[in-house]
């Protein structure tokens, strides 16, 4: 009997040997049965620097021999300044002044909530306790992270609080969030922003951007950039909100944070935030017991190092631009319907491969999206990990992934996708 309930998954699942993950180095996961795949998933979008990174190990090593364990809670310790600091150097200390630590993206995204409803009591403005999300989004599934995700994912069942929730379209310039904001403005402590949905990979219009920001700096409310998917050069800049026309009040990070090392998560607090919470002297009711430990600071300022690299910038560049290659040829050759997203963070659109053929070619169809998890599987098969997606797969590769390795995830999908049809005719 399995004794692991996996996430998203029924309480015992029939996993055979070659779904077991028994190691992982480089771009490959050793399977229970000897069998490897190539990931193109970058572990859970967390390890874009590759399995078995020798510098986060070492310097994780190092510092768990100095001080395996330190706390936060009403202290603070030197390796976590040093983290900090290392995070507002890359982020820009013109934007942003304080890191708060966490545990998790979902830890973080609650955190962010709670940040911003404090810090519009202490201006005096406390019926602002509305946070605006997207529909479609997706934001964690702790309590408050699980109520502010837009996308559907049985929160009925669960009882949460969603009564101080409000979701917006993003596809319609910003119309819904003004009415919206016409409607409750007095009342909205926060908009929180996925600069690209990580459900889907539909990135966010630049107009629809601006008009967020244009109203709040009409009307008061802060601006959340969740960026635990986009950061750390995922969709081509360091961070995709370093694109926008004015910065957000909070950044959001974790997933790349530690390269999947080990559980973390910060928020980066821009200056009105902080200068708030300093000048009034007040304390942020929010702690976690592993949040910010050496081990977690270590791995943090190792990862920082290692994006201030030419060679990272420049493999990231690489491998945004070959796996757009990659997607658009299978649009080209009737595979797939359409590519989504930015940089190194796409999804691909299929077309279904189990409808009738022309010319060797899937028909026009979409494929449904009971059929995705087949899809996925028959890549796996084939040799790849992919991501399942809404309406096909995601594909999200660790950065050094070179031009072989594209190669035979190409060929991985497109025997996966064969495989499908040829099963369904």
Not at 52 to 72: F, K, N, P, W
Not at 135 to 156: F, N
Request: charged share 20%; net charge neutral; with cysteine.
């Amino acid at each position: 009997m399995n004794a692991v309930w996996p996430a998203l998954s029924s309480a015992d699942p029939d996993i055979p040997p070659d779904r077991v993950a028994v190691a992982a180095h480089g771009h490959l996961i050793r399977y229970a049965d000897g069998s490897t795949r190539l990931c193109a998933t970058s572990g859970l979008w967390n390890v874009p620097l590759g399995y078995g990174h020798e510098g986060i190990a070492d310097a994780v090593t190092a510092a768990l021999r100095e001080a395996s364990y330190l706390t936060l809670f009403r202290g603070v310790h030197r390796p976590a300044q040093d983290a900090a600091d290392a995070l507002l150097d890359l982020a820009g200390r013109h934007s942003y002044r304080r890191v708060i630590f966490s545990t998790s993206g979902g830890a973080a995204n609650d955190a962010a909530m709670k940040l911003a409803r404090q810090y519009q009591i202490e201006r005096a403005e406390s019926a602002r306790t509305v946070i605006v999300g997207l529909r479609g989004s997706y934001h964690g599934t702790m309590y408050g992270s699980h109520a502010l995700s837009g996308d559907a994912l049985a929160q009925g069942a669960y009882a949460l609080d969603r009564r101080a929730v409000r979701h917006v379209d993003h596809a319609d310039g910003g119309a819904q969030l003004a009415s919206l904001v016409q409607r409750e403005g007095a009342r909205i402590a926060a908009v929180v922003l996925e600069p690209v949905l990580g459900t889907g990979a539909f990135p966010l219009d630049p107009d629809f951007v601006e008009t967020v920001l244009d109203l709040r700096d009409e009307h008061g409310f802060l601006v959340v950039a969740d960026e635990v998917a986009t950061g750390f050069g995922r969709t081509g800049p360091l961070f995709a909100s370093s694109t926008w026309s004015r910065s957000p009040d909070v950044l959001i990070l974790s997933k790349a944070l530690t390269n999947g090392a080990l559980g973390a998560a910060a928020l980066l607090v821009g200056a009105r935030v902080a200068s708030e919470f300093r000048h009034r002297r007040t304390t942020f009711v929010h702690g976690e017991t592993q949040a910010g430990t050496p081990g977690v600071a270590a791995a943090i300022v190792t990862v920082a190092d290692e994006f201030r690299r030419a060679a990272t910038v420049d493999a990231i560049e690489a491998v945004a631009r070959g796996v757009r290659q990659l997607a658009e040829r299978l649009v080209r050759d009737g595979w797939g319907a359409e590519v989504r997203g930015r940089g190194a963070f796409l999804a691909l659109a299929l077309r279904d491969p189990s409808g009738p053929f022309a010319h060797g070619a899937p028909s026009s169809s979409r494929l449904p999206a009971r059929r995705v998890a087949d899809v996925v599987r028959a890549i796996a098969d084939a040799g790849a990990v992919v991501h399942p997606g809404i309406d096909g797969i995601q594909l999200i590769p660790a950065y050094g992934l070179d031009a072989r390795e594209l190669g035979q995830l190409d060929s991985a999908i497109r025997a996966g996708l064969a495989q499908v049809a040829e099963r369904a005719a």
